[in-house]
């Protein structure tokens, strides 16, 4: 390892075999096969005679001509360039990318499960509507809701519906309401649903120490407003120490308070929304109850409203019914206010089994105890690299914390040079330049997966690319250097990327 490019932390990344991969179609060989079919024993027919006119191609598709076992090799070596939480520390902010326990996964794949067909009847599905039904109760006891649907296949989707049932709450009652507030520090999402609605976004600015003040709701907040959209905690990882003064102010005025669930992996046992003054809230069942990320999914977003709004879930309900005999599950249509279906069927139903998995493995002392790792190990953080990086709200934090390249300044080196070195020490980067009112930012969630020995390692490596930072501020800035390509061209790859072969 030369002097030159310091290697990365031991125990974390090493070096060995790393293999260049084309696409598949730059190894296909014309009449290469990969697979051996028996001659047939029944009459040859032509697709073009029984399918439907143009549902056959005039020519076949282009398709790579690949041995079975150059097939097996291109994807596993294409599985072994993803960063997964499996290997180590994921430390996206905002996101929580906590460790997937395989009994979710072993519990997901038992037959009855996976092999569920989403239009049989409620007759032939009992075993998973009663496990949909517990789930959504679960759900509502967790975060002190009335009522939960599972329907919003991702969380965006489910902020989508909350704000769709808060719309229809206040056009039910003959209200013309068209502004949502949202604050500075709320996600990225929050406005762009608010707006899908057709709703005008108001900005709430925060206070100096990093939350929202009642006074700052108090001014903005009247008869033209249909609620507000919170984080909580907010994207700084901070508590919002006055919703409870903040929900008063906007139900005194007839608005309606969202909460995005987003960070509830802060609150599990803790803290209720639904006793803070929330009306409606999505859950991310990715980020909380370790349900898996992006190519693992797909998504899940349930929706959890107080009574005020149950009339508007949408459809169908899953409904029990006790009878002499014992229970049974339904699906119930006849919500005359819902806001309509939002799903093809009830959800991605494999994510409610591996929540549902999830909660009845830890229990409610397991998932309070999730939630204190959670908020320990960032605290942790904050308290070992205050002294290498800037805090620009240095407090107390919750699950995250963020951090900024200030006192890096002088160095030329920028937020985006830390994370790209990091990946040299064998790490996902954290969350860059997010939350926005962070110039800089650096966002880490740790979450409660980690132990002390796994953050001091992390912690090992960012203070290694601090004092780097000032000793040979080049090496950092033009990082990676042990991956198989070095820094791209990311402006480029945005303007022009190169969507097709």
């Not at 296909?28 to 399918?51: F, K, M, N, Q, T």
């Not at 006074?215 to 919170?230: I, K, N, Q, Y």
């Not at 926005?436 to 132990?451: C, F």
Request: negative net charge.
């Amino acid at each position: 390892m030369s002097a030159e490019r310091p290697g990365p932390a031991p125990e974390n990344a090493v070096r060995g075999l790393a293999y260049e991969e084309p696409l598949s179609i730059e190894r296909s060989r014309p009449g290469r096969i990969g697979w051996s079919l028996p001659e047939l024993d029944v009459p040859a027919v032509d697709p073009a005679d029984v399918w439907p006119e143009g549902s056959v191609r005039s020519e076949p598709a282009e398709l790579p001509e690949l041995s079975e076992v150059e097939v097996v090799r291109h994807f596993t070596r294409l599985s072994t360039w993803n960063a997964a939480v499996d290997l180590g520390l994921y430390p996206l902010g905002s996101c929580t990318m906590k460790y997937n326990p395989k009994i979710n996964e072993r519990a997901a794949r038992l037959d009855g499960f996976a092999g569920c067909h989403p239009m049989q009847p409620p007759s032939e599905a009992q075993g998973f509507l009663q496990l949909c039904w517990e789930l959504e109760q679960m759900l509502a006891e967790i975060s002190g809701m009335d009522r939960v649907t599972l329907q919003p296949a991702a969380g965006a989707q489910g902020e989508l519906a909350g704000v769709m049932m808060i719309r229809a709450y206040h056009e039910h009652r003959g209200e013309k309401r068209h502004k949502i507030l949202i604050p500075e520090s709320a996600h990225g999402t929050n406005p762009a649903s608010a707006a899908l609605n057709g709703y005008d976004v108001v900005p709430v600015p925060g206070g100096s120490d990093g939350v929202l003040h009642p006074e700052a709701v108090d001014a903005l907040m009247d008869e033209t407003v249909a609620g507000l959209m919170l984080t909580n905690p907010n994207t700084l990882g901070l508590f919002e120490e006055h919703i409870v003064a903040i929900a008063e102010i906007v139900h005194s005025r007839g608005g309606l308070i969202y909460g995005d669930g987003a960070n509830l992996n802060a609150l599990l046992g803790i803290a209720r929304p639904g006793d803070l003054g929330i009306d409606v809230m999505h859950f991310n069942l990715h980020k909380t109850f370790s349900t898996p990320h992006g190519g693992g999914g797909p998504g899940s977003g349930p929706v959890g409203v107080k009574n005020i709004l149950a009339t508007y879930l949408p459809t169908p309900v899953i409904q029990k019914v006790e009878g002499e005999e014992g229970d049974c599950f339904t699906l119930d249509h006849e919500f005359p206010h819902s806001i309509g279906r939002l799903h093809g069927n009830l959800g991605n139903l494999g994510m409610a089994v591996r929540a549902w998995t999830y909660i009845r493995s830890l229990g409610r002392e397991g998932l309070r105890r999730c939630s204190d790792m959670a908020v320990l190990n960032a605290n942790y953080l904050l308290a070992r690299l205050r002294e290498s990086y800037h805090v620009p709200f240095d407090r107390a934090v919750m699950h995250e914390v963020v951090f900024s390249d200030r006192n890096l300044a002088e160095t030329g080196v920028t937020t985006l040079d830390v994370a790209k070195r990091l990946i040299d020490h064998g790490y996902h980067p954290p969350t860059i330049y997010f939350p926005l009112i962070v110039h800089g930012a650096l966002m880490i969630e740790p979450t409660e997966s980690e132990s002390m020995e796994g953050l001091d390692r992390f912690v090992e490596s960012l203070e290694a690319i601090a004092r780097e930072a000032k000793e040979d501020p080049e090496t950092v800035k033009t990082a990676p250097h042990h991956t198989r390509h070095t820094r791209l061209d990311e402006t480029r790859a945005a303007r022009k990327p190169v969507l097709r072969w």
